[in-house]
């Protein structure tokens, strides 16, 4: 049994779906009983709905399993304390695996929720258990906040630099990737940096969706509080802190890492890219890049 969590979001449902075309046999734990059915329809067997903060939760989530992929919440202020506590839950378990969903620099220690997720890295590594430290770079579907704006207004804001350099990959193939080191033996001891292999400004991103949508997009930089202002309903005051320099950081160094071939030996073929995937999504909306 794998159990998966942060499993009813973006990157949980992509995992649990990859999972399923492999034939995995997933246990999904969710935060809400609302997301149980969405995360059976993305091909989990079972369901856990419990609180990642709660030790006694995560012992439940993984009674009887050999396998974990770790999500942690997105920006969260309890992400290294639920680190630790799935750790000491999978070594109770007896895991044969642990696979933590990290990102690409995690050594940035300005960026918050980069450096709390090396510290999990390292627990992990101390802790004895087998264990794979996945790295993806910046998600092709962080476009989707910002589509119907570019598609409408042919703008594509966010504020830092237009000309910060990013590289960027494909959820799809992240996923991809996670089911083959959750399936196939051997993997373990390992980390893996995962991009597609293209690194663009977002000035070099938006003539890519002007070529698709055959009609101008501009990048533009916005003012920091105006960013701040729209995301403040769906965002605690300490996430928004974290996202201010996460972006301050963009702004002076990008976030230019990673290289292709890594992603490419995992998937035996080409990562996607995004000129690819723009059209993917430009043809048939969010729900056709499942
Ligand atoms: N976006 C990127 O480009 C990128 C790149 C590399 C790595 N990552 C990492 O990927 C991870 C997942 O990102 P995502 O975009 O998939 O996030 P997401 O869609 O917000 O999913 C996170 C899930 O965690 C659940 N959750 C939150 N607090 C919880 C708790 N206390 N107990 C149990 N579950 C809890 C959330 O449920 P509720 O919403 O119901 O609370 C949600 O379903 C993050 O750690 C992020 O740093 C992202």
Known sequence: MIVVTGAGGLTGLAVLRALARRGGAARAFVHRDAVATVARSAGAGEVVVGDLRERADCRRALAGARRLYHIAPRMSDAEVEIGHALIEAGRSAGLAHFVFHSVVHAQCDAMGHHRDKRLVELALIESGLPYTLMQPTMYMQNLLPAWETIRGRGLYRLPYSEQARMSLVDLGD?????????????????????????????????????????????????????????????????????????????????????????????????????????????????????
């Not at 990673?258 to 080409?270: C, F, H």
């Open 174 to 290: 992240v996923a991809e990737a996670a089911a083959a080191v959750l399936t196939e033996p051997g993997w373990d001891g390992a980390a893996f940096e995962l991009c597609s292999g293209d690194r663009l400004t977002r000035v070099e991103m938006a003539a890519v969706i002007a070529g698709v949508l055959g009609r101008p997009v501009r990048a533009e930089r916005c003012p920091l509080d105006e960013w701040q202002v729209a995301a403040a309903g769906s965002r605690t005051p300490f996430q928004l802190e974290r996202v201010a320099a996460m972006f301050a950081h963009y702004d002076r160094f990008g976030l230019p890492g990673g290289n292709a071939r890594v992603l490419r030996m995992m998937l035996g073929r080409e990562p996607t890219r995004f000129d690819a995937f723009v059209r993917r999504l430009a043809a048939h909306g969010a729900e056709g890049l499942q």
